[in-house]
Structures are given as structure tokens and as C-alpha cells.
């Protein structure tokens, strides 16, 4: 244990890059609470935790919406205490041919991937008691598609390249406080929604998944996708003390995909 029982807030953790933040995060000595919409999935991820010997908790909440991201925070601060470290890690894939997309994708995939992260964060700097501490990190998942547009991925890349601003804005006005903002952006990363984002091009272009896996790949310089739990590892690298002096950045974790 190297984290003497900082609190970790993660959200969307009962799966993917949250899971593997939430686990490695608790293996370095932090309380760990987490949130996800699916209640039998987040009593089953704690439970799981748990039994692996780790101090975690958790609760149902959906960060599109502002009351129950306020009883998420209060439950992690009654829990455990304040929180010192924030992974925004809740999402959504969501795209199409731009023309044909309707206003409530749209608007669903700014709510879930951008527009949460900004309620989230502002709920733990105020009640959750992370901005009256000296130390803080907040860690916002976003992509190499907040990097770069994405064929046909307009509304999710929209919504990345948001995170991205945020974070370095965010970073630059709380560097005072010692309070540090990092982005952590995957590129493709194999998880449940990795699967589903396959299954939405093949469709599109009328080919099968192994096909669009192959294309994918392809593009990737180490030839394969990355692992949720070598993201986490960043995560959990930013999350420490070591980390201290890095704030304001967007890192990738992509295999090579991109270099920028």
C-alpha cells in the first residue's frame, strides 16, 4: 500500500478502463468508491473487489445527471471521507453519416462524455472537499479522438476534443491550489465497447467485424490494440505523488496510433 487511504472516486468502473483504474488504484493503498448505471454490475464489481482485498464501495448513479452525481459524491465522501483523486472515466461511443444523425445522440453523447466530466469534477472540487486540500488529481479518460476527427464518429470525437480543452483549462487554473488535471487518451483499447464500436462499422460499411478488427489494427504501429490495463497504468501513474509536477496534459496510451 503506497497511498495511505487517499479516496479514489472513479466513474463507469464496473467495466473496461474503469475496472482496471478502479483495481490497480485500490492495489496502491487507495479507498476506492465507485459508480456505474447498472446496479447488479456495481454490486457485483464490489463484491469482486472486495474479495480480492481491496477497501471498495460503491453506488448506482448516472452522471448525465446532476442530482444523483451529487448523491454519488455525498455516498464516496460519507464512505470514506474527502476525495483525492477523480477518474472521469464514464462513456459512450456514438456516431454515424453526420447528415443523418439525430439531436438526441448528439446530444446523449455530449451529455455522457463531456458535459459529465465538467459536473463531476465540479461536484468533488465543492462537496466532495478536494478543492480545501493541497493535493488533488483529477483524471479525465479521453481518446486520441479528441485528438483527431473520426470518420464517422463526429459526435463522440466532438465530445473528446471538449475533454481534452477542459482539461487543460482546468489544469492551468488549479496548478496554484496543487491540484493536478491530466487527460488520459486511449486509442483502441479492447473493451465491451470497443466490440460494439466494430459492430457499428461493419454495419456501416457492410463487412464483418473480424474485417473492421483487421483495418483497425492495420493502422495501429505496435499491430494490436491496447489493454484497459495498460491505460489504467497511466492512470494510476498520474494518480501519485511522482506525478506531482504533470498537469494540463493529454497523454496518449494508443500503441503509436497517434504521435501527437
Not at 464490489?46 to 455525498?74: C, P, W, Y
Not at 454515424?96 to 463531456?114: H, K, P, Q, S
Request: charged content about 20%; proline content about 3%.
Amino acid at each position: 500500500m503506497t497511498d495511505n487511504g487517499r479516496v479514489a472516486l472513479v466513474t463507469g468502473a464496473t467495466s473496461g478502463i474503469g475496472l482496471a483504474s478502479a483495481r490497480l488504484l485500490a492495489g496502491q493503498g487507495h479507498r476506492v468508491f465507485l459508480c456505474a448505471r447498472d446496479a447488479t454490475a456495481v454490486a457485483d464489481t464490489v463484491k469482486s473487489l472486495q474479495n480480492e482485498g481491496f477497501d471498495v464501495d460503491g453506488t448506482t448513479g448516472d452522471v448525465r445527471f446532476k442530482e444523483q452525481v451529487a448523491e454519488v459524491v455525498r455516498a464516496a465522501v460519507a464512505r470514506f471521507g474527502p476525495i483525492d483523486v477523480l477518474v472521469n472515466n464514464a462513456g459512450r461511443s456514438g456516431g454515424g453519416v453526420t447528415a443523418d444523425i439525430a439531436d438526441e445522440l448528439w446530444d446523449d453523447v455530449i451529455a455522457t462524455n463531456l458535459t459529465s466530466v465538467f459536473v463531476v469534477t465540479r461536484e468533488v472540487l465543492t462537496s466532495g472537499g478536494m478543492r480545501h486540500k493541497k493535493r488533488g488529481r483529477i483524471i479525465n479518460i479521453a481518446s486520441t479522438a479528441g485528438k483527431q476527427g473520426v470518420v464517422l464518429g463526429a459526435p463522440y470525437s466532438a465530445s473528446k476534443h471538449g475533454v481534452v480543452g477542459f482539461t487543460k483549462a482546468l489544469g492551468n487554473e488549479l496548478a496554484p491550489t496543487g491540484i493536478t488535471v491530466n487527460a488520459v487518451c486511449p486509442g483502441y483499447v479492447e473493451t465491451p465497447m470497443a466490440q460494439r464500436v466494430r459492430a457499428g462499422y461493419a454495419a456501416a460499411y457492410d463487412t464483418t467485424e473480424d474485417a473492421i478488427l483487421e483495418k483497425f489494427q492495420a493502422k495501429i504501429p505496435l499491430g494490436r490494440y491496447s489493454t484497459p490495463e495498460e491505460v489504467a497504468g497511466l492512470v494510476g501513474y498520474l494518480a501519485s505523488d511522482t506525478a506531482a509536477s504533470i498537469t494540463g496534459q493529454a497523454l496518449n496510451v494508443c500503441g503509436g496510433l497517434g504521435n501527437f
